[in-house]
Structure formats: structure tokens, C-alpha cells
């Protein structure tokens, strides 16, 4: 990671060298003001981007707006008119106009590249791929991370149990119990009900530790996660299914959509945390989404094998680390608005969790430069996504 960002200042100090010193070379060489601008432009643009695609971003999703001409050519040429209107309004149009000038168009510059990558990331997933069904044997797989649930895990599975069986044919899905550890009998309470399989972890991982493993040993071709208070009611797991079957790749549930219904208020501090998330979430995600930690997400079985078999991140964060898999990969997604029941309680503590959130950010950001996520023999076996949308 620090390697990159020596790699990124550099490239950003020598392009912006090229820019200034070819512009006062050009205008000592008797050129006039404009076309000195445009040429010098020019020629760093070239250079930085010639560098950042060989050095500073490669193995980086950031780069696929290069190679969107419109979008390389039009940021570009924003950039550039800024440049050339700060310089154009400057009495002297000397060393000193051209440093506004560049300062100006460099910040005009990040938010177009942003913008851009927003546009590119939202036409990439804003369709269903509609690839060929998996051919897992159940239809579908219910994953609940649990710990130290041993009281009341068999309420929950009953629950779960009883209403999905009225829409899904009970021989045909599965409800998959994952101990994250606990160490008090949760897993084979579950599996004494008879009606679900009970998976110990021999170590408490962590929420996305458990559902990883919950995942990886399901046997549904849509397969969906959610928390064991049942916040995110049956309704909504086959709400999910029913879209995964449509044809998308990931659905995820949002618990800030304009059309949402909280049935409980979820507390001040609860409510501020998962706001601290979402925003600090946009220094590594490329979309705009309305809710990265909802605890309610599906996965087709063969998307759900390639993430969870890159996923590295045990603890909350993991749901961030999902959803920049999924725009790695170019996979498509699909946010839903949920109704969820939630109490006052609340684990989040503003101050650690936001700490540990930010050096996980730094921990994504380190593992995708160095290639942890990168298989593209793996993306590559995916099923095409079909054309007819």
C-alpha cells in the first residue's frame, strides 16, 4: 500500500512538472498562452496516464474507466477547460496563474473520475446477468451465523422453517446453522430440531467467518444469509431468492430506501454507526449504495463459491469486502428495500469499530493491489451473462 502511494505522488508530482515547466518552456519559446496550455496538457496527460496504467493502478478496479473512451476523454477535457479558464481570466497568465490553474482543474479532475466511475459501476451491475442456473441440488440455502444461541437458536429455526415451507417445498431447501464457536451447545441444538444442519466452528471467528463457512458448505442454488434475532424476516429470504432467480447475480437487502418500513426504531447510536460505515465505505467502493451492512444478502451458488473462497476479512467489515468483490468482478447486484425489526440494544461502539473499519478499508485496499483477489481463471468459469436483458 505504500509502495502504491509513492508510486501515485510520484507519477502525480512528475505529470504536473511536465504540465508547468512545458507550459513557461512553450510560452519562453514564444508560443502563445493557449496553445502552450493545450500542448502541455497534453503531454502530461499522456504521461499519467501511461504510468498509472503500468505502475500505480494496475490490479486495480479503478482502471476500468480508462479504457471507457468517453469517460477518459471527457474527464480530460473538463480538466482542461478548467485549466484554460483560470489561465484565461489571470491578468499575467505567468508561473503563478498556472499553479491556480492546475490546483483547479486537479480537483475538477477527481470528481469527474469519481462521477465516472459511479456511471460505469451502476451500468456495470444495473442489469441482471440472467446466467444459466447453477445445477446445485436444493433450490435454496438459508445461512444463519450464530453465537451463543443455544436457548433460543430452535425458536428461530422453527420459525424460519414454518414460513419458508409454505412458499418452498420443505425436501427442497435447507436452513445451515453456523456456531461461530460459542461453546454452548448452539450447533447441535440445531441440529436436534430435526429440521436444520448445525455447524460448529472450533473458533469464534467472527460474523463473517461464520457466514463464509455457512456459504461454502451449502447446498442451494440461491444462497442467502441472515442474522438469527430474525431482524430480516422469512419474507425477505424469499423476496431475495425470488430476485436471485430473476437473473441477478448478488441482491442485498438496504435499510435506507425512501420506500423502507422499520417496524422498530433501531437507536441513536445504532443508526449513526451504520451512517459512519456508509461513508466511509465510498474511500474504497466505486457505487453509491444505500446500505452496505444490512444483515440480509443472496448469492447464486457459483457467485457465492468465487467470493467466499477470496473473502479475507472475519469481522463486520466483511460485507464491504462482498460488495468490492462484486465490483471487481463486474458481477451484477441488486439493492431491495427490507422492512427489519430491530431493538434499542446495540454492540456498535463509534469510536473502535470505526478504527477497525478504517484499517480494514486500508487492509481490502493492500490485498487487492497485491493480487489476493485476483482469479480470472476462476471469474472466467462463470456461466456468461446473457444479452438478453
Excluded at 194 to 220: S, Y
Aim: charge should be neutral; proline fraction near 4%; hydrophobic fraction near 45%.
Amino acid at each position: 500500500m505504500k509502495r502504491r502511494l509513492r508510486l501515485f505522488v510520484a507519477v502525480a508530482l512528475t505529470a504536473t512538472a511536465i504540465d508547468l515547466f512545458g507550459y513557461l518552456a512553450l510560452r519562453e519559446a514564444g508560443f502563445r498562452w493557449w496553445a502552450a496550455d493545450i500542448a502541455a496538457l497534453v503531454a502530461a496527460a499522456i504521461f499519467g496516464i501511461s504510468a498509472h496504467r503500468r505502475f500505480t493502478l494496475r490490479n486495480d478496479p479503478n482502471l476500468r474507466w480508462i479504457h471507457r473512451p468517453v469517460a477518459f476523454t471527457s474527464s480530460i477535457a473538463i480538466a482542461g477547460l478548467v485549466d484554460l479558464t483560470v489561465l484565461f481570466s489571470s491578468s499575467d497568465r505567468g508561473w503563478l496563474a498556472k499553479c491556480v490553474a492546475i490546483a483547479a482543474a486537479a480537483l475538477v479532475r477527481a470528481v469527474s473520475n469519481r462521477w465516472f466511475l459511479f456511471q460505469v459501476v451502476r451500468s456495470e451491475q444495473g442489469s441482471p446477468a440472467r446466467r444459466v442456473p447453477p445445477s446445485d441440488p436444493l433450490r435454496l440455502s438459508v445461512v444463519v451465523p450464530a453465537y451463543k444461541e443455544s436457548a433460543r437458536i430452535a425458536e428461530t429455526i422453527r420459525e424460519l422453517h414454518e414460513h419458508i415451507s409454505n412458499l418452498v417445498d420443505p425436501n427442497d431447501f435447507e436452513l445451515v446453522i453456523v456456531d461461530d464457536g460459542s461453546g454452548d451447545g448452539t450447533a447441535d441444538a440445531a441440529t436436534a430440531t430435526g429440521l436444520a444442519r448445525g455447524i460448529l466452528l472450533p473458533e469464534n471467528l467472527g460474523k463473517g467467518g461464520a457466514v463464509r463457512a455457512g456459504m461454502r458448505a451449502a447446498n442451494g442454488r440461491s444462497r442467502v444469509f441472515l442474522d438469527a434475532d430474525l431482524a430480516y424476516g422469512p419474507d425477505e429470504v424469499i423476496r431475495v431468492m425470488g430476485e436471485l432467480e430473476n437473473g441477478w447475480d448478488v441482491v442485498v437487502g438496504s435499510r435506507r430506501d425512501s420506500r423502507l418500513v422499520t417496524q422498530t426504531s433501531a437507536g441513536l447510536v445504532r443508526d449513526v454507526g451504520g451512517r459512519l460505515v456508509n461513508i466511509a465505505t465510498h474511500v474504497l467502493l466505486l457505487g453509491q449504495y444505500r446500505d452496505t451492512q444490512a444483515g440480509c444478502k443472496g448469492f447464486r451458488s457459483d457467485i457465492a463459491e468465487l467470493i467466499f473462497s477470496k473473502t479475507q476479512l472475519n469481522g463486520f467489515s466483511f460485507d464491504i469486502e462482498i460488495f468490492h468483490l462484486v465490483e471487481r468482478w463486474r458481477l451484477t447486484l441488486k439493492e431491495i428495500p427490507m422492512s427489519v425489526a430491530e431493538t434499542d440494544a446495540s454492540t456498535v461502539n463509534l469510536v473502535s469499530d470505526t478504527m477497525q473499519l478504517l484499517a480494514d478499508l486500508g487492509r481490502i485496499r493492500r490485498w487487492s493491489a497485491r493480487g489476493v483477489y485476483t482469479d480470472p481463471e476462476a471469474v472466467a468459469a462463470l456461466p456468461p451473462a446473457s444479452l438478453a436483458h
